[in-house]
């Protein structure tokens, strides 16, 4: 056995992340790594904490990366709300929604389940009708985003409705934090995790997290322990706590972080709003030039997500084929379809540094050359100039 | 709010981790980012499964890196193997010993402990009398390179132990993996766990583990299913598994996972035993040099870690000042004592790229010098003299 530096070529991510990684952010990676008790270091998560709440639209206090994918930033915010024999509403509309219900069982508690069709957003009478049935739920839990399907999902309505029910919410922002609207305070939600990898075009492998004054409340009145000693926020606390004593909890991944903290300072550049009506705009240019390949959508156009495009794979193109040929062809990542639409459905990412017109142009041109390639009938020329439009 | 790009200086660090990072492995951090389900990534991804097993010393087939810090090792070891109502001896001669308590009784199940000096490698007397006492106790646990205090412990004798009383074993080689003699398979390790960011020299954030035939097929027989969903090995096998289908689980930290092989890659050219030796070496000569200082060593030479030196500090100096200074002064971090070591206690790590002879001197110049300030009397001249014989 011998092996190699691996040597990776230039991809373009267009799937459902991780998403293209702009070099600022890969050149921060590989800065010095510095102790991770180091005054200088612990400036750095100080910014870090203020840079997350800017990008949350919130002023809550514990607001910082999980030191792992947002899988775990999910699994921390179950463990740390839910408690054993604690009964949670989970709105399921994708596999996400699924995976929360994972969580919540395997804490021991009770998940009630919405079940709403792939591709719709979360319906809201459903959800009162289940939470007027189940006055003794504690928590509401949903995804804004789905990223299996493409679909928005009305987080501001749905934490009303949880309010009016004395729940506290869970909110999954994976791959709408940075790419839509999101305002924790305003909306009052009261636990949210993301990832680093989507449309904050950072490198996957951290899990923003922030919770609410009420949600700490409750994680201090928990009568059971927390399962998860990693996970553990009262402990997590101890390290990222303003005035805190930093107390060693674990080794934070240091230079991770510092990628972390340059995606920030670059949407912290652009500005937050800008941020949002990019993908917006840039949405609208990929959706019209899908349209004119005869490239349908998923999702309706009232609750699509701009950066997450699912569009049915025409009849008689091959799901697998066409992938295969965008990745050797033009180094063009875009993504399968995951649970109930494999095969059916491909995801087109266009997050954070991916969400520009460069990458529009090629996505068009390569997908118009591989489904005709396969005797589909297209104009690439027709798609680019709907797109410019 | 405006917060710059974060500039951090070069630090040496030689502390008790993270260690200083090769320019090779820091480079292939900042490699273009590819997805988690690319093939070429996957490709990555056998060829660290096999450097990994090189690296444990193991063939075993559940060998990967989880993608998180050596903590969520820890934690995916004992909820993988630890059910409810099970009964965990657990030896603790450290911090790191404590903590796997921690794990055992927030699964809701029994640690049985054997309290062992700190400083001192884990007494197998001790552990013999206790797995006398409780016969039906299903693991053994213990840390062999224990980074609060510096002492090794002899892993596999306790193994041993462990398989006479028909115990399974789960072993913290965090510090210990790359820096001194490892043999899982040779000594019959069942589960262990390391981080990336000791004697390996990577950055700090993942954690190899590996699972042993044996405690695969206990995982498979579990009566529970296991409580947390992120670090579930059932799961994670089905991405990470040989000849699978790659199941998508959780986004994989593509970049950290580049940064990681790297550094094993290196470890393969320099070769495993000549990594123990270099450790070995360097140890003789930063000791040589510490006590010709007058700095005395906390553990015995016949169980000391080479890459983890702790020291008593001398009477009459401040351990906060030496540390600033030293950080201040010579850009060099040093370790504080922790827990019941704290403020008696420093720890000068040698791993993986801190082991060589240029830290050595640094270290040992610095060292002399933040003491004199403090009217130590000692000479930077004798230390590096007793430190190149």
Redesign the interface.
């Known amino acids: ?11 373009t ?1 267009m ?1 459902p ?2 998403s ?2 702009h070099p ?1 952010i ?11 008790l ?4 612990v400036g ?1 998560m100080d ?1 870090l904490k ?2 997350l709440k ?1 990008a949350f639209n919130t002023e809550n206090e514990l607001t910082l990366p999980i ?6 930033g ?2 921390a915010c179950f463990v740390n709300l839910v408690e054993p024999g604690d009964k949670v509403v989970v709105c399921v509309n994708g596999v996400f929604g699924k ?1 929360m219900c ?2 919540v ?3 021991g508690a009770t998940a009630v389940t919405v079940d709403c069709a792939w591709g719709q957003p979360v319906d809201l009478a459903q959800v009162e009708t289940v939470l007027e049935q189940h006055r003794d739920a504690k928590i509401l839990a949903f995804v804004h985003a789905e990223t299996s399907t493409g679909a928005l999902s009305d987080a501001q309505a749905l934490c009303a409705l949880a309010k009016k029910y004395e729940c506290l919410t869970i909110v999954d922002a994976v791959t709408s934090l940075g790419g839509v609207e999101l305002r924790v305070d305003d909306w009052g939600i009261d636990a949210i995790y993301s ?1 680093s ?1 989507k449309c904050l075009s950072c ?3 951290l899990s923003p997290v922030s919770f609410s004054d009420a949600a700490v409340a409750a994680i201090k009145a928990r009568k059971h ?6 996970l553990d926020m009262n402990l997590i606390l101890g390290y990222w706590g303003e005035g805190g004593k930093r107390a ?9 972080l ?2 972390l ?2 995606s ?2 670059m949407l ?1 550049e652009e500005g937050l709003e800008n941020a949002w009506q990019r993908h917006a705009a840039m949405h609208a240019s990929l959706a019209a030039g899908l349209e004119a390949l005869g490239v349908h959508f998923v999702v309706d156009a009232g609750s699509r997500l701009p950066q997450l495009n699912s569009v049915y794979i025409p009849d008689g193109v091959d799901d697998a084929k066409v992938r295969q040929y965008l ?1 050797a062809e033009h180094n063009l ?1 875009i993504g399968a379809g ?1 649970g109930d639409f494999a095969g059916k459905v491909w995801r087109i990412g266009l997050m954070g540094y991916s969400a520009r017109s460069e990458n529009i142009t090629l996505l068009l041109t390569a997908l118009a050359e591989a489904m005709t390639q396969q005797g589909y009938v297209c104009s690439a020329e027709d798609a680019l100039a709907a797109a410019i439009k």
């Open positions: 056995m011998t092996i190699s530096s691996f040597m990776p070529p230039v991809r991510l799937g992340g991780p293209d990684v600022r890969l050149a921060a990676l590989a800065r010095p790594t510095l102790g991770h180091d005054p200088l270091f750095m910014e203020q840079l800017y030191s792992a994918p947002g899988s775990a999910m699994e995976r994972e969580n069982t395997r804490i990832g990898q490198t996957p492998g322990p927390v399962q998860s000693w990693f060693y909890h674990h080794t934070a991944p240091v230079n991770a510092y990628g903290h340059e920030l300072v912290q990745l990542e995951l």
